[in-house]
């Protein structure tokens, strides 16, 4: 069986985008593979300076992936730090990662011109994102195309260690990009993001989710002119939660006209929430039990650390750290 492995770093509220892009295609793998889940508070650590807010991330994200179908008896589920092997592998590897590998990093340039500080950490974050990998002998890592370089770099980092240390001493992952997941559109019509302050986040309360539908960009065509489906947003995302055959009407009355915006607008609210319904029930009953959560992340994190021991005793050895 495959080991399938990947992360998520808990760097905001979770919204209708990582959903979709993210979380469901992550609970449909349980049970093509050996499934390992952890949440990334170490490498949030590069963009949240917040301690609250960390945890609060953190906790949140757990309580809403287990909420979305995450079954930790099918999956290894853990939060990074609580894992002090994904550092120790870091360093490990950091000795033999050329810097000049680092520096053709896009995401860290991305980042530095988008305002986060060009801090030493940002600039290994690679590093770590590759011992989180190699330290479980992953087979597959499931990520979106933005995160394919840090898995050729995960890749000629292991293939260095094995080289200085012998064939053998770290496996080689393979990516798996997923071209079929779409780019959900926020509320202004690009993609969803928490950084664009355009998204639906994904257990908001019912006036808030209701008031942030309501607020998607629409043009200005009149009620009774008709409108175009395929450039409509209100479209684009009823169709993640609609039926073909509701979505077919609403594209028909957008064509007919007669409709306007707010009456669609509302109708994508009603289908999004009731979608989103057994999931929120699920997530009620996680927050009444603020103990079951915290025993699924410490015995996930136990499951963890005993594969991860089983490689670092190799990496130990084969470096003379043992
Ligand atoms: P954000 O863009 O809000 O900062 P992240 O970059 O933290 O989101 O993404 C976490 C995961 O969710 C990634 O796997 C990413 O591909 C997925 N994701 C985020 N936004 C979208 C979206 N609008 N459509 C599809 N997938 C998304
Ligand atoms: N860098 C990834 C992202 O931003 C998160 C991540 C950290 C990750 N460690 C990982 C993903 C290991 C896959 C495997 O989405």
Redesign the pocket.
């Known amino acids: 069986m495959k080991r399938i492995?990947?992360?998520?770093?808990p760097?905001g509220t979770l919204h209708v985008g990582n959903y979709f892009g993210?979380i469901r295609p992550m609970v449909d793998l349980q049970g093509q593979g050996e499934v390992f889940l952890?949440l990334?508070d170490l490498?949030a650590l590069t963009s949240t300076r917040d301690a609250a807010e960390l945890r609060q991330y953190t906790r949140e994200a757990a309580i809403d992936l287990l909420a979305c179908g995450l079954d930790p008896a099918r999956t290894v589920f853990w939060r990074?730090s609580d894992v002090a092997l994904h550092a120790e592998l870091m360093w490990i590897l950091s000795t033999v990662t050329p810097k000049a590998l680092m520096e053709r990093a896009v995401?860290y340039k991305d980042k530095v011109q988008k305002g986060l500080p060009a801090d030493v950490g940002l600039f290994t974050?690679?590093i770590?994102?590759?011992a989180?990998?190699l330290l479980y002998d992953?087979d597959l890592?499931?990520?979106?195309k933005?995160?394919m370089q840090?898995?050729e770099m995960?890749r000629d980092i292991a293939i260095k260690i094995n080289e200085t240390y012998g064939e053998g001493t770290l496996k080689l992952p393979e990516a798996q990009v997923s071209e079929e997941v779409a780019v959900v559109p926020g509320l202004d019509g690009q993609k969803m993001s928490k950084s664009y302050g355009n998204t639906v986040v994904l257990f908001g309360d019912e006036k808030t989710t209701r008031k942030r539908v309501m607020s998607i960009v629409t043009d200005s065509t009149p009620l009774e002119a008709p409108k175009d489906p395929s450039g409509s947003t209100v479209v684009a995302l009823y169709k993640l939660f609609a039926s073909k055959e509701d979505v077919a009407r609403m594209e028909d009355e957008h064509r007919a006209g007669g409709v306007g915006y707010g009456t669609f607008k509302q109708r994508l609210f009603e289908a999004m929430w009731e979608f989103f319904a057994p999931m929120r029930a699920r997530r009620e009953e996680l927050l009444a039990r603020p103990d079951y959560v915290n025993d699924v992340l410490r015995d996930g994190a136990a499951r963890a650390r005993e594969v991860g021991e089983r490689t670092m005793a190799r990496v130990r050895a084969a470096v003379g750290i043992d």
Do not use: E, N, R
């Open positions: 492995l990947t992360g998520l770093q760097s993210a952890f990334a490498h990074q995401a974050y690679p770590l994102q590759a989180d990998i992953a890592v499931p990520v979106g933005d995160q840090h898995l995960t």
